[in-house]
């Protein structure tokens, strides 16, 4: 069965979007790092909140629903992850980017390739670099990186890695029924989608790392851009309000973090299937000059030959059915264009 890796390979990207600096011995922000001042680096409001859902709550479906269609965005509480297995996996992300930079560099990402060691897929669109290293998981792809960075000792890594993989694909299957369920479209296709994702291995996880800047003003983390698969569960637990979303008429919003709370974004295969009624929601990430941020992201989606379309037998489809493989190429290729490129 292909996997997601398969869908990458036809897309190379160059070594210099992929090796990242060597953020821990630089004491200024070089040229090739410094934004231009910009929309995205305007002041953001802290004052309006994105929704924080109880999963427990019996009104849950419906909250989501709203959520997703207000927002693209919304944080769960009481999502049964235990707060030590949060804790684990970031512990074991700062472990795997606190390494030296040769280290890192044996499981550099290939230009083809979709796992390792490496910058964001998105660098080669924007004319300056990010505030940001990455680690890219995919099914057990982490057990032969962790061998050649810990040969005696890369049971730890792959153990909190997997079991954290596992629970977030159960927290995902549940977030992605009840955001069907409050969709207008048959039980069929709930029950079908829901559990066909569930078999599936269109899974990733990311971890991702925003050193300390010395210029945070001049520098991103992330640039904006929006998930490209069903959805996103950001574990941001222990962070400040380096997340922001853009919400059209408002502009920058900051993602406050909540205690144990997780993130849960739309991304664009959601945002086709409910035809644009739960938008992918455009997102960034800011840096700091005395704290390095950790964040970790599963990414949540179907089969890679399976075909998307929207779900609603009864509106008039806006984005014409597609493989999610070929989603993945044109997103490849068009980034933030790739939702007009498919609009009927
Ligand atoms: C499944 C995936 C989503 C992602 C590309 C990837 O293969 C694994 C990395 C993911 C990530 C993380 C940082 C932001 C992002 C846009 C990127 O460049 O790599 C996302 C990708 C995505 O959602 O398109
Ligand atoms: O680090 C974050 O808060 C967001 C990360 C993100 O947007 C991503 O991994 O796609
Ligand atoms: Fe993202």
């Known amino acids: 069965m292909s996997n997601l890796s398969d869908a990458y390979r036809d897309y190379p990207v160059h070594l210099k979007h992929i090796i990242p600096l060597d953020f821990h011995t630089i004491d200024s922000v070089p040229e090739s790092h410094e ?47 235990p707060l030590s297995m949060l804790m684990d996996v ?33 660098s080669p669109f924007f004319s300056k670099f990010m505030w940001h290293e990455g680690f890219t998981i995919i ?35 549940q977030i992605l029924l009840l955001t069907l369920k409050s969709l207008d479209i048959s039980e069929e296709d709930i029950a079908s989608w829901a559990a066909s994702t569930y078999e599936s291995n269109g899974a990733a996880l990311q971890l991702n790392s925003y050193p300390c800047c010395p210029n ?21 637990t222990h962070d400040s309000s380096a997340l922001q979303i853009f919400r059209d008429g408002v502009g920058w919003i900051a993602v406050a973090p909540v205690p144990q709370a997780l993130v849960v974004n739309v ?7 409910s035809n ?12 700091s000059e005395n704290k390095h941020r950790i964040s970790v992201a599963y990414f949540y989606g179907p089969r890679t030959d399976s075909e998307v379309a929207p779900l609603s037998k009864v509106e008039v489809p806006i984005y014409r059915s597609l493989s999610v493989k070929e989603f993945i190429s044109i997103k490849a ?7 007009s490129f498919i609009r009927i």
């Open 35 to 81: 934004w231009p001042h910009s929309d995205c680096l305007e002041p953001v409001i802290d004052e309006i909140s994105i929704p924080v859902i109880d999963l427990m709550d019996p009104n849950a479906e419906q909250l989501i629903g709203h959520a997703s269609g207000n927002w693209g965005i919304f944080q769960v509480t009481n999502h049964g992850v």
């Open 90 to 122: 970031e512990c074991e992300a700062r472990r795997l980017f606190s390494l030296p930079v040769e280290e890192k560099l044996k499981v550099l990402r290939s230009p083809e390739g979709a796992t390792g060691y490496g910058s964001a897929r998105i």
């Open 139 to 173: 099914g057990s792809s982490s057990l032969d990186h962790a061998k050649e960075l810990w040969p005696h000792d890369y049971k730890r890594f792959c153990d909190v890695i997997d079991e954290y993989q596992k629970k977030m694909k159960e927290l995902a299957h």
């Open 216 to 236: 945070p003003s001049r520098a991103i983390g992330l640039a904006p851009h929006t998930d490209s698969l069903l959805l996103t569960i950001l574990n941001q």
């Open 267 to 273: 991304g664009d295969l959601l945002h086709i299937l």
């Open 276 to 287: 644009a009624k739960f938008p992918s929601v455009y997102h960034q990430v800011i840096v």
């Open 333 to 339: 290729k068009h980034l933030d264009k790739a939702l």
